[in-house]
């Protein structure tokens, strides 16, 4: 009876410690710096008003994902993954609360399992994405279509990502 609680006591350290050993804090990559951010958002303005097309990733017609990653590339040199689930999946996500402009801001229709829309956060409730009816425009987060598909906001992890 010794010896069985003994050895319970002892499993039952081994599997505490390597708990607590595997366990790491995940740490948010840093946001923009301000200067990035500003460029970054400066170059998705010039595009307002520039029309939708399904795949599209030129000033001809852009989808959401082609826009993002298009001016994400020619501002900071991060080559992000070509649709909005990848993009996803490779960043590191958070709430709103932690936003910052030129952050990525990511929703999802209401009956999918996957990711179907990216923007980058302007700030202030507003990001810049492409629309399917309006091509490229700032909306707010606030709007009920966009408050009800949103499901977090994200920053590239460069380990992830290709930079060039």
Known sequence: MKNSAFRLSIAALIIISCGAAGHQEVR???PLPRNTAGDLIANARRHLGEPYRYGGRSSKGWDCSGFVTYIYFKSTGIALPRSA?????????FSYSGGRPGDLIFFKKQNSQRTTHVGIYV??????????SSGVVISSLYEPYFRNSFIGMGRPRLEKIARR
Do not use: K, N
Not at 123 to 132: A, L, Q
């Open 28 to 30: 948010l990559p840093e």
């Open 85 to 93: 689930h990848d993009i996803f999946l490779d960043c590191a996500r």
């Open 123 to 132: 700030g202030r409730g507003e990001f810049i994405h492409v629309s399917t």
